[in-house]
């Protein structure tokens, strides 16, 4: 069942996806399951161990790939995903976490209903300029610190998760990963600017209408609750740590750099080639990180919270994932010769056009549980992959790619990588963060309703 192909995987050095089953996805499944379990079932076990966990479930990927395809097939695909996907990934979640952490937001300010909106606002308009993770990071202790004294503050976290982490990032290639992949295949800068303006708006007024509401009822039931001294009184708030902004842009500079810049020179690392652009914008960014740490005041980082144990997390569970999804990926890639490809077929209406619908549902189911960007890659290629005519008479179906990558990102936890620092971050500072399947309780309450209105709406 899992070994067909394996002598045609041998020739090119490539998984033959058409020819995988399902049985593939075992470990991706396996490490999902651990991930949600694991910190509500065997909470101390899991804290101790989850590396060796991801690990084990990595292990049953790479070792079936090199006895089904061979080891250089096997190592050219793991390492393909680790040296041009997950290091670039880790190394801007380092940076961003790192230079965010030297700013420090300080004073505080009561969370009240409209504070708290206000502050959402703020984050996911910010999302589009520095990006969800930047954003996240620099936003997400503030928030927790004004709602310290709350009783119920969890969903501050899981509405900040929503709105700042995922959606409000859908407006430029800087917000988050699969709109830079597009940029990077030559979909214009604005582009996404001027085609998801109404999707983005009408999302994100939705949720935060409905975080205003639950907030108001919230904080009317806690008026006659017990008072909970408040470990950070309200003080006057003073932004500290500036030297960090130029930084952050120095980031974004790096960024843009690698798509614009295009001198034709790669290198090749065990089989993989990886090219000079993408080197340089990863050694500026890792620099620019590191000169973080010298630049920024140890009192701001102490007041911050600050520490290395949610992206150490963040950094082994996502290096089990970016391993475990290798077969899938290469299964979705195989179109409709693959095991996936009744999905794969409800993407083209009977009359051979796209179906927007089905791009933008079946795109943000995906990216709910895989990395969004390669599957944002995946349905990209799969509408026809020419950035020309996408953004052009195809401008419907590259919208619904687009919005359905970014905006379910929020579904889970592991949709998107400031989903779980943020998570973690919380749950580190002391709020009742709900498990795998909690936290998917309130996205399938609050996002899946949303979601539905906005795809019939726009691409139905």
Not at 51 to 65: E, H, N, R, S
Not at 228 to 249: E, H, M, S, W, Y
Request: proline residues 6%.
């Amino acid at each position: 069942m899992l070994f067909p192909g394996s002598a045609i995987a041998a020739e090119n050095h490539e998984l033959p996806g058409a020819t995988m089953s399902l049985w593939w996805a075992l470990p991706f499944v396996g490490l999902l399951l651990s991930i949600a379990t694991g910190p509500l079932l065997f909470h101390h076990v899991w804290e101790q161990h989850y590396g060796k966990v991801t690990a084990f479930w990595a292990a049953l990927v790479i070792v079936p790939l090199a006895i089904a395809f061979g080891m250089p097939s096997a190592a050219q695909a793991v390492l393909h995903a680790l040296l041009t996907e997950y290091m670039s990934f880790i190394i801007l979640l380092f940076a961003l976490f790192t230079i965010s952490g030297g700013i420090l937001v300080a004073g505080n300010i009561h969370g009240t209903p409209l504070v708290n909106a206000g502050l959402l606002l703020i984050g996911a308009v910010l999302a589009s300029v520095i990006g969800t993770t930047g954003a996240s990071m620099i936003l997400i202790r503030p928030i927790l610190r004004a709602n310290d004294n709350r009783p119920f503050n969890a969903h501050v976290a899981i509405f900040f998760i929503f709105l700042v982490s995922n959606i409000g990032g859908s407006l430029t290639p800087l917000g988050d990963p699969p709109l830079f992949v597009g940029f990077l295949r030559g979909v214009d800068f604005f582009w996404t600017t001027t085609n998801l303006w109404r999707e983005t708006l009408f999302v994100g007024g939705i949720v935060l209408a409905v975080f205003l509401a639950i907030d108001i009822i919230l904080h009317r039931r806690e008026g006659g609750a017990p008072k909970i001294k408040d470990p950070t009184p309200d003080t006057k708030v003073r932004i500290r740590g500036l030297a960090n902004l130029p930084l952050l842009a120095g980031v974004i500079g790096a960024i843009l750099l690698s798509a614009l810049w295009k001198p034709g020179v790669s290198f090749s690392i065990l089989g993989v080639s990886l090219e000079l652009q993408d080197l340089m914008r990863d050694a500026i960014i890792l620099a620019l990180a590191f000169l973080s740490l010298r630049v920024s005041y140890k009192s701001h980082r102490e007041a911050n919270g600050f520490n290395w144990g949610p992206i150490a997390e963040v950094a082994k569970l996502f290096a089990g994932i970016f391993i475990c999804i290798v077969p899938v990926v290469a299964i979705l890639k195989a179109g409709h010769d693959g095991a996936l490809a009744p999905l794969v077929s409800l993407v083209t209406s009977a009359s051979g056009q796209p179906n927007d619908l089905a791009y933008f549902w079946l795109t943000g189911v995906l990216s709910s549980f895989l990395d969004n960007a390669p599957t944002y890659l995946v349905f990209f290629e799969l509408a026809g992959g020419d950035p020309r005519h996408l953004m052009s008479e195809f401008a419907s179906t590259l919208a619904a790619i687009s919005a359905g990558a970014v905006f379910m990102g929020a579904n889970t936890y592991i949709g998107n990588a400031p989903n779980f620092m943020v998570y973690a971050i919380a749950r580190h500072r002391g709020v009742k963060m709900p498990g795998f399947f909690g936290y998917m309780a309130w996205s399938g309450l609050v996002l899946i309703p949303t979601f539905l209105i906005a795809g019939f709406l726009f691409f139905g």
